[in-house]
């Protein structure tokens, strides 16, 4: 058993991806002819770049839309290659860092996106993506998203 687990563990390979962010929210009408909305996270380095992406993405579909557009706040993304249904996580963490005028500890707050196939499974992509880190962190939340993909 735990040969099965060192070998899981051994193939699943963790792709961090930094860049600048932005989540598009896309309207179409899918095979039932019903209007569906869905997000995407785009990497891309303007409003324009991403809404060109995401539109291109879905040429194929009908009724294209861009229903919605802002800046992600994800520093990075954390993306796993498996054969898994995996979801879209937002991980919510706190760095206590003393602050460089003041001396006196202040807290920040980073978001980062993650995929597993549960909670838990994100909390053990994020473990295992930042344990070279040397940054002392807590993580305050995991949330589910429903982030379809990033392009």
Do not use: W
């Not at 095979?31 to 770049?49: L, N, R, T």
């Not at 194929?60 to 879209?88: C, N, P, T, W």
């Not at 006196?104 to 707050?109: E, I, L, P, V």
């Not at 473990?127 to 392009?151: P, W, Y």
């Amino acid at each position: 058993m735990n040969e099965l687990l060192k070998q899981d563990k051994m193939e699943k390979k963790i792709t961090r991806k930094t860049g600048t962010f932005f989540v598009c929210t896309v309207a179409y009408e899918n095979v039932e002819a019903k209007k569906v909305k869905e997000p995407y996270v785009i990497d891309a380095q303007s409003f324009a770049e991403a809404e060109a992406k995401v539109l291109g993405e879905m040429d194929g579909f009908h009724g294209v839309e861009m229903a919605d557009i802002s800046r992600a706040q994800f520093l990075e993304i954390f993306s796993v290659q498996s054969d898994e249904d995996m979801k879209y996580y937002k991980v919510k963490i706190n760095i206590v860092a003393p602050d460089e005028r003041t001396g006196k500890d202040r807290k920040q707050t980073m978001c980062f996106l993650v995929m597993g196939t549960s909670t838990r499974n994100a909390q053990t992509n994020f473990d295992e993506a930042m344990r070279d880190t040397q940054v002392d962190f807590s993580v305050e939340a995991i949330i589910e998203t429903k982030i379809v993909t990033v392009l």
